[in-house]
């Protein structure tokens, strides 16, 4: 069975741009939340999203969105990028909302310059 | 954010040694999970723990839910150098806004030396 698959691994985009990251979970599951992971931080609870609805959010400004298709991919998408906004993001997918064995993905390493 | 605190930060071992972390918190979890990352990839979930005072083992892995369902622990038993990497404990809090969120400790970084 494949795992949780996240598209692209590395990134590297300007302050002011936007970017859309991608995530496919392991199929079957349907919940799908998105964590941001930086040195300082660790990891960051951004959302979560089961059937297609947003059902939590984290302390992120509204730059930071998401959405999930009907298939149980998932997008997340980073508007006017900042420098701070450099980090690992990683997509987690379990079978239930809620569900606490959260499986990830390898991550998108996204740095701003 | 909010995070748990896990010790120790970090840990310098001999292959064949056994090791323990831990992870507290001022509030109380419904479930505990201890995790792993290597340089480059995304956590592996090794344990998930669900209810207090619970004891689970995966290999050479064992790990407990506290009691006061504030803490959890880790153990590794003997050592081997693959053992290298970050582990992270998580917990999980039901209802409310915590609801499919999971909280992370800031992860002990584990060095083993053969």
């Known amino acids: 069975k494949a795992g949780v698959t996240q598209t692209p691994r590395y990134l590297i985009k300007t302050r002011g741009q936007q970017v859309t990251l991608s995530c496919s979970p392991i199929s079957g599951h349907r919940s799908v939340s998105w964590y941001q992971q930086t040195p300082g931080q660790g990891l960051q609870f951004l959302f979560e999203?089961?059937?297609?609805?947003?059902?939590n959010k984290g302390n992120f400004p509204g730059r930071f969105s998401g959405r999930q298709f009907s298939n149980s991919r998932s997008e997340m998408n980073v508007s006017t990028l900042e420098l701070g906004d450099s980090a690992l993001y990683l997509c987690a997918s379990s079978f239930r909302q809620a569900n606490t064995e959260a499986f990830f993905g390898q991550g998108t390493r996204l740095t701003v310059v | 954010g909010q995070q748990l605190n896990q010790s120790p930060q970090s840990m310098f071992i001999q292959e064949g040694e056994d090791v323990s972390m831990n992870c507290t918190s001022s509030?109380?979890?419904?479930?505990w999970l201890w995790y792993k990352q290597d340089p480059g990839e995304g956590p592996v979930l090794l344990i998930a723990l669900y209810k207090a005072g619970e004891l689970t083992s995966n290999g050479r892995l064992t790990a407990q839910f506290g009691i006061t369902r504030k803490d959890s622990f880790l153990n590794i038993s003997a050592s081997i150098p693959s053992d290298v990497g970050i582990y992270f404990c998580a917990g999980h809090r039901a209802g409310g806004t915590s609801y499919g969120k999971l909280t992370f400790g800031q992860g002990t970084i584990l060095t083993v030396h053969p």
């Open positions: 999203y089961f059937s297609e609805t947003q059902r």
């Open positions: 509030s109380i979890f419904n479930t």
